[in-house]
């Protein structure tokens, strides 16, 4: 599946930031390799690897084979008919929708969550720090605690089965932590530079565009990686704001596949295959930044 | 994020410097009114739901029509109904055993993954695969792994001399595969921060312990571990929080069940409002959730150190 | 991530957006909500001869079963209603008709006694709330019964049952050969309430569940409830549903697959298991699906002729549609020749009063005639509980009754539990 993508992380890694009292396999024998780590890692590589292989597999399997050869066995006689079948069903469509919410929902964060915590870090006053405790205390409402009134609310806005449905309560689940990210990220920004900016004469905005999100990138990475995230894995909000094909999100249409395969197991799998198609491209071409990005969430 | 190591952040604030310069600094600074449009959004959608959530608590509502007016109705059948005891019962459950399946084996891979030969590298990218699914794609992958008929547990289980192959049938097996599913799917990810923490760890610590003539077990236990309590904090509280909000898990794969025993406190909100359609009722339940979730991560930010916890999140 | 990007993708959201808005169902076609199985077929075929010709568009929105209450009441709170919607008839609708959000048909059914005199009376009225009419049948009706697979009978020389005791050496009997002698969708609790609803109604006849559903959750202490639920605990020890049933589900089609596939030798299910096998295991319903009504019980006061199951479902219409003639003109097509037809084809057997003429033309005129008598000869028909309930009743006993088939609950606990209902 990545065969080929972890080589050039790993080649890159050496070759970054020379650190090389940390590279421990380069200190000479003083150390014996650590067998009993290295056994639990590929332990945990089997438990990772095995439902993976399992779940490939199927996928290239006729339905009929699949109960009889058992589960570790390869395809006697491949086949792609399950994909075909997902496609059929409507997968890139709901593909579609869901990247179309993960855009929104991305922009909605990046950008709100970007003023705000500019405003938090650079304004002085009450009201800022208001605003920040405010957010702070939001990080503890669980989406799944208000997803009765956001249907009320929905309702009553008449967006109910639409994507914008989706959007909006998702970004604003997102946030919370986003700002946080942010503000941590805008903090950094060395105090010389707001006064360079100022002394150019720059009022909030040009500093806001010139030097606050230039300098926040890795922050607003993490941000866009976290509300991706959350967009591409909501599946509360879209289950209970819409119901009609048009509006349906790749997590719903897994679920509905459910009743709709019957026992078309592989079938099924294969629609589960596609669906982590985008974020597989995501992630081979944007390792890092993802990977960085998902680090950054847990901050330092 | 890896820009600026932690130690070296400037203080949050500038020297003041109220009195001279006045026009300068101030000319950069945004009004409050940059703080707006976050506010009015997080508002509409977060904070006044949860205003509307304590409303409809006191309310009877079925979803359909107005909500009527009940008081405290739904709060004293919530404090006498035994499904919701069991349920809550459940999540603490849940919650302690994600913790404790989840927090060593991320802990302990995520260090390890930290260190910089190839083969770690290359295992820490498919270590990372599950992150690329979502909740119900993992969850539907188990179902169709664990279907007592069809599926490769039905092949393996008498292979191996089990007397059935009805693993998510049983209230115990049940709830087992819960907690290893959700494992399955979120170790990964703590295994990304604490790898991202063992790696903020200054190598001149270890360095030093070797001199010593530290083992390896002892570098662990008084470098490795203190150096990453604010990740084990961050970790912990995500973990918690999130465990007492899985939903698309339980929805998928056991519905609730069998009967009611993998019902658990989100789930059963979901089952009074939409599928019972006890809005008011729903909502009490939510509100509980709430409170416990608040309740739960400011316990553990106190326990581990509000001073820890602030500047992990200055440092996000 | 610069500025002018942001702002780039901030337009290209807002494109998106634009087109997503118009993702509901507010568009100009009149929606008409299926629950999706394999019989939609027949509406499928009914909304295209419609569309020929009508100047407003038909479209069915299929919803998956699992779902299709929850769903359907979501959006009846919404401005995204149907036009025109299936269900049940009785509980099923009582909440709408309550809020006065559908319409009544009345008027629809007295201007046209010919379309009035189509359905036989008694399947009618199930669609009607306090005396006004709202649902128009649009299916075959809907028995439980109990199906075999006639080659595992073969194989084991055995007959289908007559009588209980029939019923409990089958059991033993499949056990010995290593097949499950009942199929059982375990984690969809309505299959198991099929099994208690032929129990209670066979000892007991239907006065005990009518007490329950006109109210009173005492009804659930009557010793006839108590008794059924021990028969269940009796038949679970047995073995009668093997070991695995708990966590098959009926709507991902495993229990009928166990049963097409020979691994289980029986399944007691609604009549559209018929249709289900003609779709995915054709031939295995042409030649081995065999079917008998389900065996009276030793002492029982209740009438072994009695049915219970589904009379059959109902098109309603929502009271906001802006289509109401067209709606009116859609669910009325429901007594056409093709319609019947059509439903005749697919296995299923018309409520409709002249329908027995053209059983003949069914992939299976035994079967459907087999049905259809029936139907006709039962004193009572039983409306399935769940649906018969309140939905805050109705998930509840759900669950009970699932606990007690997994042997999470003793009956004794089981009736308790359910007279706590309220």
Redesign the interface.
């Known amino acids: 599946?990545?065969a080929s993508?972890?080589?050039r992380?790993?080649a890159r890694?050496?070759a970054a930031p020379p650190?090389p009292?940390?590279?421990?396999?380069g200190r000479p024998g003083?150390?014996r390799p650590?067998v009993l780590?290295?056994a639990?890692?590929?332990a945990?590589?089997a438990?990772?690897?095995v439902?993976?292989y399992?779940?490939l597999v199927?996928t290239f399997q006729r339905s009929e084979d699949?109960?009889a050869a058992?589960?570790?066995a390869l395809p006697a006689d491949p086949t792609l008919d399950n994909y075909a079948r997902a496609i059929d069903n409507g997968i890139l469509v709901f593909v579609a929708n869901t990247l179309a919410v993960t855009a929104a929902v991305v922009a909605?964060v990046c950008?709100?969550?970007a003023?705000?915590a500019?405003?938090?870090?650079?304004?002085?006053?009450r009201?800022?720090t208001g605003?920040f405790r405010?957010?702070?205390?939001?990080?503890?409402?669980?989406?799944?605690?208000?997803?009765?009134?956001?249907y009320?609310?929905i309702v009553q806005l008449g967006l109910y089965d639409s994507l914008v449905a989706i959007v909006?309560?998702t970004?604003?689940?997102a946030?919370?932590?986003c700002?946080?990210?942010l503000?941590?990220?805008m903090?950094?920004i060395?105090?010389e530079l707001?006064?360079a900016?100022?002394?150019d004469?720059?009022?909030?905005v040009r500093?806001?565009l010139r030097l606050v999100l230039p300098m926040s990138r890795?922050?607003l990475a993490?941000a866009a990686v976290y509300s991706a995230l959350q967009a591409?894995?909501g599946?509360?909000f879209p289950l209970?704001l819409t119901q009609s094909r048009d509006s349906r999100l790749?997590?719903?249409g897994?679920?509905e596949f459910?009743g709709e395969y019957r026992?078309d197991?592989p079938g099924?799998?294969a629609a589960?295959v596609l669906?982590?198609v985008p974020?597989?491209i995501a992630?081979l071409l944007a390792?890092r930044s993802l990977?960085?990005?998902?680090?950054?969430?847990?901050?330092? | 994020?890896?820009?600026?190591?932690?130690t070296a952040?400037?203080a949050?604030r500038?020297p003041a410097r109220r009195g001279g310069a006045a026009r300068?600094?101030?000319?950069?600074?945004?009004?409050?009114?940059?703080?707006l449009?976050?506010?009015l959004?997080?508002g509409?959608?977060?904070?006044?739901?949860?205003a509307?959530?304590a409303y409809?608590s006191l309310t009877t509502w079925?979803?359909?029509?107005d909500p009527r007016f009940t008081g405290l109705d739904n709060w004293t059948r919530l404090a006498g109904d035994p499904?919701m005891h069991r349920a809550v019962v459940l999540s603490l459950v849940l919650t302690a055993a994600t913790w404790a399946v989840q927090t060593p084996?991320s802990l302990?891979?995520g260090v390890?993954?930290a260190?910089?030969?190839?083969?770690?590298?290359?295992?820490s990218?498919?270590?990372?695969?599950?992150?690329?699914?979502?909740?119900?794609?993992i969850a539907?992958?188990?179902?169709?792994?664990?279907?007592?008929?069809?599926?490769?547990l039905?092949?393996?289980a008498p292979r191996v001399g089990a007397?059935?192959?009805?693993?998510?049938?049983?209230?115990t097996g049940?709830f087992l595969v819960i907690i290893a599913v959700t494992a399955?799917q979120f170790i990964?990810?703590h295994t990304?921060?604490y790898?991202?923490?063992a790696r903020?760890i200054p190598?001149?610590l270890y360095?030093a312990a070797?001199i010593d003539g530290a083992g390896?077990w002892t570098a662990f236990r008084h470098i490795t571990l203190p150096q990453l309590r604010?990740?084990i904090t961050?970790?912990s509280v995500?973990m918690v929080?999130g465990a007492?909000?899985y939903?698309?898990t339980v929805?998928?794969l056991?519905?609730?069940?069998?009967?009611?025993?993998t019902t658990i406190v989100?789930f059963l909100?979901?089952?009074a409002?939409?599928?019972?359609?006890?809005?008011g009722y729903?909502?009490a339940i939510?509100?509980t959730?709430?409170v416990a979730?608040?309740a739960v991560?400011?316990v553990m930010v106190r326990v581990t150190g509000f001073g820890a916890m602030r500047s992990?999140?200055?440092?996000? | 991530m610069t500025t002018p990007r942001v702002g780039a993708a901030g337009a290209i959201v807002l494109a998106l957006l634009a087109t997503g808005c118009g993702g509901g169902s507010a568009d100009d076609r009149m929606h008409v909500w299926m629950y999706q199985d394999t019989l939609v077929v027949v509406q499928d075929a009914a909304v295209e001869r419609f569309n020929a010709d009508s100047d407003v568009q038909a479209v069915i929105d299929e919803v998956p079963g699992d779902t299709y209450e929850?769903r359907l009441?979501?959006a009846?709170?919404s401005s995204e209603q149907p036009d025109v919607f299936f269900n049940w008839g009785a509980g099923s609708i009582a909440?709408?008709a309550e809020?006065g959000?559908l319409t009544p048909l009345d008027d629809v059914f007295a201007e046209d006694p010919e379309f009035a005199d189509a359905y036989i009376p008694s399947i009618l009225a199930a669609g009607a709330i306090d005396g006004t009419q709202y649902g128009v049948p649009l299916r075959g009706t809907q028995p439980v019964i109990l199906f075999y697979n006639r080659a595992v009978f073969e194989e084991a020389g055995a007959e289908p049952p007559e009588t209980w005791e029939d019923l409990l050496d089958l059991v033993d009997l499949f056990t010995e050969e290593g097949v499950i002698p009942f199929a059982l969708a375990?984690?969809d609790p309505w299959t198991e309430q099929m099994w208690l609803q032929y129990l209670v109604d066979r000892l007991g006849g239907p006065e005990v569940f009518q007490r329950i559903a006109d109210g009173d959750p005492e009804g659930w202490r009557d010793p006839v409830v108590l008794e059924a639920a021990e028969m269940v605990r009796d038949l679970v020890d047995r073995g009668a549903f093997g070991?695995?049933?708990?966590?098959?589900s009926y709507t991902e089609g495993?229990a009928s697959?166990?049963l097409s596939e020979g691994?289980a030798a029986m399944h007691l299910m609604g009549s559209w298991e018929y249709s289900t096998h003609l779709d995915q295991a054709p031939e295995f319903a042409t030649e081995d699906l065999g079917y008998v009504a389900f065996p009276p019980l030793p002492g029982g006061e209740g009438d072994p002729a009695n049915v219970a199951g589904n009379p059959t479902n109902f098109f309603s219409i929502t009271a906001d549609t802006p289509y109401p003639e067209e709606a009116v003109a859609f669910v009325k097509s429901t007594d056409d020749e093709e319609y019947v037809r059509d439903m005749i084809a697919n296995g299923e057997v018309p409520v409709t009063v002249g329908a027995e003429e053209l059983l003949s033309e069914s992939p299976s005129p035994e079967f459907a005639t087999f049905q259809y008598e029936m139907v006709r000869d039962a004193p009572n028909f039983q409306l399935s509980w769940d649906q018969a309930l309140p939905?805050?009743v109705a998930?509840?006993m759900t669950?009970?009754i699932?606990?007690l088939f997994?042997g999470?609950?003793t009956p004794e606990e089981f009736v308790e539990a359910l007279a706590a209902l309220q």
């Not at chain 2, 056991?254 to 009611?260: F, L, R, V």
């Not at chain 2, 992990?312 to 996000?316: A, F, H, V, W």
Request: avoid cysteine; aromatic fraction near 10%; glycine fraction near 10%.
């Open positions: 599946m990545t993508a972890p080589a992380p790993a890694g050496a650190r009292p940390r590279r421990r396999a003083r150390r650590n780590a290295g639990g890692a590929f945990w590589l438990v990772i690897g439902p993976l399992v779940l199927a699949y109960t058992g589960p570790l909605i950008i709100l969550s003023t705000t500019f405003a938090v870090v650079r304004s002085r006053g009201w800022t605003v405010a957010f702070l205390l939001g990080l503890a409402i669980p989406a799944q605690a208000v997803v009765i009134p956001v009320l609310i909006l309560p970004a604003a689940f946030l919370p932590v700002v946080l990210i503000t941590g990220s903090r950094d060395s105090d707001y006064e900016m100022a002394l004469g720059a009022g909030s500093t806001f890795p922050g993490t591409w894995n599946f509360l209970v790749i997590t719903m897994l679920f459910q026992v197991v099924l799998l589960v669906s982590a974020i597989l992630y390792r990977v960085n990005g998902l680090m950054g969430v847990g901050g330092k | 994020m890896s820009a600026a190591p932690a952040r400037p949050a500038p300068g600094p101030r000319a950069g600074r945004p009004s409050a009114l940059w703080t449009p976050g506010l959004f997080f509409v959608f977060a904070a006044l739901p949860m509307l959530v409809l079925g979803g359909l029509g499904v084996i302990l891979l390890w993954a260190g910089r030969q190839r083969t770690r590298a290359v295992l990218a498919i270590f990372f695969l599950p992150l690329l699914l979502s909740s119900a794609a539907l992958i188990w179902r169709s792994l664990l279907d007592p008929n069809f599926g490769p039905a092949w393996i007397p059935d192959a009805d693993l998510l049938g049983d209230p049940a399955w990964p990810l990304l921060l790898q991202g923490g903020q190598a001149s360095e070797e390896r604010n990740t961050t970790s995500l929080v007492l909000t939903f698309d929805l998928i056991t519905g609730g069940g069998p009967g009611s025993d989100p909100m979901y089952e409002g939409f599928e019972r359609w006890e809005m729903a909502s939510a509100l959730l709430v979730a608040t991560s400011l992990t999140r200055e440092g996000m | 929850d009441r979501t009846m709170g909440p709408y809020q959000m375990g984690a070991d695995n049933y708990a966590s098959v495993g697959t166990l691994r939905p805050s998930s509840p669950t009970e699932e606990r997994n999470q609950s």
